[in-house]
């Protein structure tokens, strides 16, 4: 609907500019939404001056141009006049974000629709540039910047969601919470699993209600070390209740995270209920095997020893036959070899360093 | 120097064997056999002889008054933390734990494991 201004000086510069200028070699669709044949063959003129690999597609409306963006979808840019015979304004800009998803726009506008082409700004439009002050290199600024801006974009939003990941798919159960009223803010899937609230009723919970009522005291105490120190740690094992009423062992590790703009505590709880049972249980059959040890040690060597001496006895005592004497070695060597079974199984027992076993 | 022999052991077979074989190292030893660790610490406070020289064979796990709680008593005594008392530990446990121990108590001279034999015997008299 509008043309450019048109001089000559300014076309000189374009001509110069053909022949001394490189052009970028990026590959980009582009696609131009023009009625006003002029403006697009000026345009279209600066796009191939800046770029060497360009595909410029041009519609003159919305009707048209919207089928075009549904049947290719490998638009990069587009470049949108405010004003189209068929729709114009932010009613036009909304209409082809429908259908263009998160590919970058750029409004083509005159002077007059100024104020307008500033308002698509917060719609997400990515620059406005006024028609009569169009040059290759205020296009090619713009591309450049339009498209390395949605990649950078794209790049915070897949970091944001893999922090969104890290904490809704961990296998761990994990809560944030909020260090003064103690609430739940948010808490993850294994949490929800694991302690048996859903995400609604965690969310009217505080700190508290995951305590058994005997460890309430311990929880106070323990926050204030958190608060104290501030800073990210393993917190130690509680105690925790779950919504059945049974009670779990966890390790806590704690961190400081910023979460809806406040400091808030980040928590990753790991049941160790089977773990401590394990260790309670090694630690049962670690006194058993000890008591086992010394049973053989004082108690089955008894008799045993007992057992030798008599034999030995026997043997000083003279009188006795050859038959007799020969009887009475195989006595003893039996005696003896039971006795280094019973050493054996001393040693072994020993050897498993039971005290540090223990202390440990 | 009268030598005094004193087995306290709650295995009376064992005390019988052990005086046997003591007795084939030297026939005219007096033995005298205590089945209750106690009572021969009664004996020895209401009989100690300084001039005497007393050698005691102990064994370590009895009932009512064990080996160790014997060797404390006869330490804590004045009386009887004399060097003419020595204490031979005879026991069936091979520990290492108990044989260290033993090295704790100044009137322990030894650590013989059951069975006793001619030869330590003959080294000890």
New interface residues.
Partial sequence: MRSFGYNSPKGLNNVINKWTMTKDDMPLSILVIEDNPGDFVLIDDYLLEKFSAIKVIHHMSFEAAASEIESFKNIDIILLDLVLPDLMGEQLVEKVQEHSGNVPIIILTGYSDIELARKTLSKGVSDFLIKDEINPEIIYKSIVYAKERKGYVNQLKQEKKVSQDLFDFSPQPMWIYDPVTLRFMDVNQAAITKYGYSLEEFLELTLRDIRPKDCQGYLEQSLKIDQRDNANHYAGKFKHQLKSGQEIWVEIYSSEIQYRGRATRLILSNDITDKQHYIGTIEDQNRKLKQI??TQ???V??P???L??????FG?EAGSSDDQRFMLDQIRKSGEELDKII?GI?EQT?AMDLKDINNG | MDKKIMLVDD?P??NW??S??IH?VDAGLKIDIYQNARKALDFLVDNFDQGGHYIIFLD??MPEMSGWEFLEALENNDYTRNESISVYIV??????D?IEKSKTYPLVKGYL??????DVLQSIM
Avoid: C, E, Y
Wanted: glycine share 2%.
């Fill in positions: 040890a010394w040690s004082h108690v060597r008894a045993l020893a007992r030798l001496g008599i034999i030995n006895l000083l050493q001393i020993n | 295995d077979i064992f064997v052990s046997k074989m084939m370590l796990n026991s069936s446990s091979t520990d290492q108990d494991i059951k069975p006793l034999s001619l």
